[in-house]
């Protein structure tokens, strides 16, 4: 189903792209996604699953370069057309859709640094790849960390007696990696690259990090057991280990000069698409309880035409298209300067996922109690939204940073 | 103080390099096509440079409207051009600061290759160290 676009200045070619996305959505996504979401963490990796032929196809349409520059071969979207084509993909599977952004990663970050090493060996081969055989991850979580890698300027970051799980110790032309990562890296029983951050000055805690680009296929990488998890299943997951890894220095992004910035520049993009994600997961959900409203008679008349049935519907619709605005406006406001606002990104983030949460579970409180089984998809879409209040940082943690951000910055003049 | 003895000092260097990228290199070509334009604001010497597909302008008259707008030192431009500091950590630790879209300025990064290579070139010529 599509949507009003309040934007007035849409172009023929940002419709063509949202309704491309669509489509792939509709037809590839959501039959994967349901297929996976029945399978054991194992089967969804294994020689059986749809997965492979997603990717494959996804591959195909260019969609794994959503985020890489055009001159490199990606899709050189636009932050606005980034925002659309996205929000398209999570309204037919978030997991699938953090899946392809992940893959990305590596390749993203490797933009920033235009060695031609780095181009060659990384970019190229990636932006070419069509197969889906060339795939990233994001490896930043830790077994003993859960969201405080993720407060760069939190004054905790700098706390030199807060050790890290992954360090990388420079050895001449190269880094050598060891430690882990944790379960929640998605992409990572089948990724070819990692985009590494873990620790290297362990004298400035978090912030002593570094970005390195690690080939996975290299000795001393090993993986756990994909995670059974409650929701985004269609993600798969699993820790990444780290036994004396040697990485060529080249591969090292960022150092400890700049991590702390460079964190908080890679969150105030990361944050914002979650937001995205929401307003996609959670129109899909509103689409639902919709539809289904209209058929389904109690009392002798349509649930919609019951007032609280009315008023749920609107309430529901409501909080999609606010975050539509907010979102839309916070990612071009921070893809177009270089001090980026992140506490914009990080309303997008716990609200959006809050409200995602809030409208996957009113649309089964529409559905009643088929809204609980397996039949439909809202079931899903609930599972799906409830771990995004946690995914890539929980909101509870992320509020408090967003809160010391503004406490630091407002108001902020540029 | 500064490594550019003053403003024309630095706008003589930079007016060179900078006509020879957008005249004789893909640099020019890749500017028209994806629709970019440079303003650089520099500070010690202060000053103005403005870089499009087909022209380079120094001084007061360079204080116009582009596409992406970067805010930077006098010292900072000679230490990217020479290799000394990577864009990302510049950006990240406010060396420059970015105004425009950043996948626009991403996607021009590769084409700057000429750039870097001519820099040192004319450093030499107009008599400004690179150590």
């Given at each position: 189903m599509s949507y009003l676009d309040l934007d007035l200045n849409l172009s023929k070619e940002d419709r063509m792209l949202k309704e491309a996305a669509h489509e792939f959505a509709r037809d590839v996504m959501r039959p994967t996604a349901w297929e996976m979401d029945r399978m054991?963490?194992?089967?969804?990796?294994?020689?059986?699953?749809?997965?492979?032929?997603?990717?494959?196809?996804?591959?195909?349409?260019?969609f794994h370069t959503i985020l890489v520059p055009d001159s490199y071969g990606g899709m050189g979207l636009s932050p606005f057309q980034q925002a659309l084509v996205i929000e398209e993909l999570a309204w037919g599977s978030v997991g699938l859709t953090v899946d392809l952004a992940v893959a990305a990663f590596p390749s993203f970050l490797a933009s920033m640094v235009?060695?031609?090493?780095?181009?060659?060996?990384?970019?190229l081969p990636f932006c070419d790849c069509k197969d889906g055989k060339i795939c990233g991850c994001w490896a930043i979580t830790e077994p003993m960390h859960g969201s405080d890698t993720l407060l760069p300027f939190y004054p905790s970051f700098s706390d030199p007696a807060i050790p890290a799980d992954c360090t990388a110790a420079p050895d001449g032309d190269f880094y050598v990696i060891n430690g882990q990562k944790a379960a929640w890296v998605s992409g990572a029983p089948y990724a070819t690259h990692a985009a590494l951050f873990c620790q290297i000055d362990s004298k400035m805690g978090h912030a002593g990090g570094g970005i390195v680009i690690v080939p996975l296929h290299l000795p001393g990488v090993s993986r756990g057991a994909p995670l059974e998890k409650l929701g985004q299943r269609d993600d798969p997951q699993s820790e990444l280990y780290f036994d004396n890894v040697r990485v060529p220095a080249k591969y090292c992004i960022v150092g400890p000069d700049a991590y702390e910035a460079m964190l908080e520049i890679t969150l105030s993009f990361t944050t914002v698409l979650m937001g995205v994600l929401s307003v996609g997961i959670g129109r899909a959900a509103f689409e639902e309880a919709l539809n289904y409203a209209k058929t389904r008679v109690q009392c002798g008349k349509a649930l919609?035409?019951?007032?609280?049935?009315?008023?749920?519907?609107?309430?529901?619709?409501?909080?999609?298209?606010?975050?539509?605005?907010?979102?839309?406006?916070?990612?071009?406001?921070?893809?177009?300067?270089?001090?980026?606002?992140?506490e914009y990104s990080l309303i997008c983030k716990v609200h959006g996922t809050q409200w995602a949460f809030e409208v996957c579970s009113e649309a089964i409180q529409i559905f009643g109690a088929t809204g609980l089984t397996k039949e439909y998809i809202v079931e899903k879409l609930f599972r799906d939204a409830r771990a995004m209040m946690i995914e890539d940082g929980s909101n509870d943690v992320l509020a408090i940073a967003a809160g010391h951000k503004i406490i630091e910055n407002y108001p902020r003049r540029d | 103080m500064s490594v550019f003895k003053d403003a024309n000092h630095m706008y003589t260097i930079l007016n060179d390099v900078w006509t020879h990228a957008i005249n004789?290199?893909?640099?020019?070509?890749?500017?028209?096509?994806?629709?970019?334009?440079?303003?650089?604001?520099?500070?010690?010497?202060?000053?103005?440079?403005?870089?499009?597909?087909?022209?380079?302008?120094?001084?007061?008259?360079?204080?116009?409207?582009?596409?992406?707008?970067?805010?930077?030192?006098?010292?900072?431009?000679?230490?990217?051009?020479?290799?000394?500091?990577?864009?990302?950590?510049?950006?990240?630790?406010?060396?420059?600061?970015?105004?425009?879209?950043?996948?626009?300025?991403?996607?021009?990064?590769?084409?700057?290759?000429?750039?870097?290579?001519?820099?040192?070139v004319y450093c030499e010529k107009h008599g400004l160290a690179i150590d």
């Open positions: 054991t963490a194992e089967e969804s990796v294994g020689p059986n699953s749809p997965l492979w032929d997603f990717k494959k196809k996804a591959y195909e349409l260019d235009p060695e031609e090493d780095i181009i060659e060996e990384i970019i919609i035409e019951h007032q609280d049935v009315q008023k749920k519907l609107f309430n529901m619709f409501s909080k999609v298209e606010m975050m539509r605005q907010m979102t839309r406006a916070a990612h071009v406001f921070n893809q177009n300067t270089s001090t980026p606002a992140e | 004789e290199t893909d640099f020019g070509p890749k500017l028209k096509e994806y629709e970019i334009d440079y303003k650089f604001v520099i500070k010690e010497p202060n000053g103005y440079l403005y870089v499009s597909h087909d022209e380079v302008i120094t001084g007061d008259k360079a204080n116009r409207d582009a596409v992406i707008t970067m805010e930077l030192s006098g010292d900072t431009v000679h230490a990217f051009w020479l290799k000394k500091i990577k864009l990302p950590v510049a950006l990240a630790t406010r060396k420059i600061k970015s105004k425009g879209p950043i996948p626009k300025v991403l996607k021009i990064l590769p084409f700057l290759k000429p750039v870097y290579e001519l820099y040192p």
